[in-house]
């Protein structure tokens, strides 16, 4: 049974094992124009639209460490490993650039891809997923930028690092997800309207109704195939996904934030919701063990709940 979990989560020093509280406000560093941010363990990067790379601490300030390209449109980080961390930055051109933390280049790749973006470190180097004019393409890179892999998917379609080997593909239908191998055709049924996003260990979708959760396979002793989690919210924009699973933070057009546990069935969003934004809410995430959740817009903030 093919598993949506992809990655060792060690819950052993977690902080999001407890009840959800109300969000309060705890710091919104001075970033000007920020683009897109990524959680490295409790450490906040941002990108602004001048490409300045900003590492905030919660509890101690924010520094610049970085200047990159301009027009950022996506950021994400690679897990730690003896090479030291890399920042992948995707700009509005579709040109990927690799970065070391200390501003070094290490190399540049022109991927084509400039809306509906995705772009995610794994096993075998790096995977970026994007429409590209009228169709929509999925690029496995090994760690040096080399091409492993190209593939033309369905619209809307996510992959999902493995511990090995290159990503699954992931997409939506009516029926549930399709998780797929890589190069195996995804077939011509017309998937649902869900945007897919990928957490370390489930899939969660968002729709113009609310938020849809896949939580699985779950082994095969449970007897549960893809359990769904469906959060009701008409003026949804965004949302993100604790690192267990069980805690599910939403954000609306309006610039609403709220989190609700991610209980099986029907649920609405939690009481403790704040205004958090003057605009949509187009970032929100859990930093790794759950003491923080960020949001952005017009600026960051990041919450304790």
């Known amino acids: 049974m093919t598993s949506l979990c992809t990655r060792s989560v060690d819950l052993s020093n977690a902080h999001f094992q407890h009840p959800v509280k109300p969000l309060e406000a705890l710091v919104s560093p001075p970033v000007s124009n920020p683009r897109a941010m990524a959680w490295s363990g409790e450490e906040l990067l941002v990108v602004d639209n001048e490409g300045t790379v900003h590492l905030v601490e919660p509890s101690y300030g924010a ?16 897990p730690s490993s003896t090479a030291g961390r ?68 369905p619209a809307r379609t996510v992959a999902v690092p493995q511990p090995t080997g290159l990503p699954w593909l992931v997409r939506s239908l009516s029926t549930g997800l399709q998780v797929l191998p890589w190069g195996v055709p995804l077939g011509s049924e017309a998937g649902t309207q869900h945007h897919l996003y990928v957490a370390p260990n489930c899939v969660f979708g968002v729709s113009s109704g ?67 934004h003057e605009a949509p809410v187009t970032g929100l995430g859990f930093s790794q063990r759950g003491r923080w959740l960020a949001s952005l817009a017009e600026r960051v903030w990041i919450w304790s709940y």
Not at 65 to 78: D, E, G, Q, T
């Open 63 to 78: 520094r610049k460490l970085f200047r990159a390209a301009p027009n950022p449109v996506r950021i994400a980080i690679s």
């Open 86 to 153: 890399r920042v992948a930055i995707l700009d509005a051109a579709g040109l990927l650039r690799v970065y070391g933390l200390d501003g070094r280049l290490w190399w540049e790749r022109l991927t084509g891809l400039i809306a509906g973006l995705q772009v995610t470190f794994e096993a075998s180097g790096l995977v970026a997923v994007g429409d590209a004019g009228d169709a929509r393409r999925a690029l496995a890179l090994d760690p040096d930028g080399g091409v492993l892999s190209r593939a033309r998917v």
């Open 210 to 276: 609310g938020v849809t959760l896949w939580r699985g396979p779950r082994p095969k002793e449970h007897g549960v195939a893809q359990e769904a989690v469906t959060v009701k919210l008409l003026d949804v924009a965004n949302a993100a996904v604790s690192l267990d699973g069980e805690t599910l933070a939403l954000a609306t057009r309006s610039g609403g934030v709220s989190v609700t546990v991610a209980r099986p069935g029907v649920v609405r969003p939690g009481s403790g919701g704040v205004t958090a």
